[in-house]
């Protein structure tokens, strides 16, 4: 686990920008058990790639056109449960953080994988997301 003082920027990133935090696995549950509707999941993470690629790029592709109906967030390494949880409807991938998915209609759909993410810019993070979200929003 991470000091809080570490991490709350960090996820105060995300959460200032329209991502709702999930912190325990029945939040999880309640958003990725809809059966209608897309929601995009960031899994956050305290590494260089999360701050300087996957939260810039999730944030500029919440701007396109289409965007999915809801977009939320949980912290590796912080909320276990919640992380777990979301990391459950994300299989067969196996864990990675960070990582970003976009759910439709309750089934995954898309699917960044932290090497999807490292050493690519947020730009670029940020047109694959939204390539997925003209797909399926």
């Known amino acids: 686990m991470y000091p809080a003082e570490l991490t709350a920027p960090m996820a105060k990133d995300l959460t200032d920008h329209g991502f709702q935090g999930l912190t325990t696995a029945e939040d999880v549950s309640q958003v990725l058990d809809q ?9 956050n993470s305290v590494c260089g ?8 790029g ?3 592709a919440a701007q396109n056109g289409k965007a999915p109906d809801q977009m939320v967030t949980v912290f590796a390494g912080v909320d ?15 864990p990675s953080s960070p990582s970003i998915a976009l759910f439709k209609d309750g ?17 670029i993070i940020a047109e694959n997301l939204k390539m997925a979200f003209d797909r399926f929003c």
């Open 80 to 94: 276990r449960e919640a992380t777990d949880k979301a990391r459950s409807y994300m299989l067969p991938y196996p």
């Open 35 to 43: 059966q209608e509707g897309t929601v995009m999941v960031v899994v």
């Open 107 to 123: 089934k995954l759909v898309h699917f960044l994988e932290r090497h999807h993410i490292e050493g690519r810019s947020a730009e």
């Open 58 to 60: 999730a944030k500029l």
């Open 49 to 56: 790639c999360a701050a300087a690629n996957a939260r810039p």
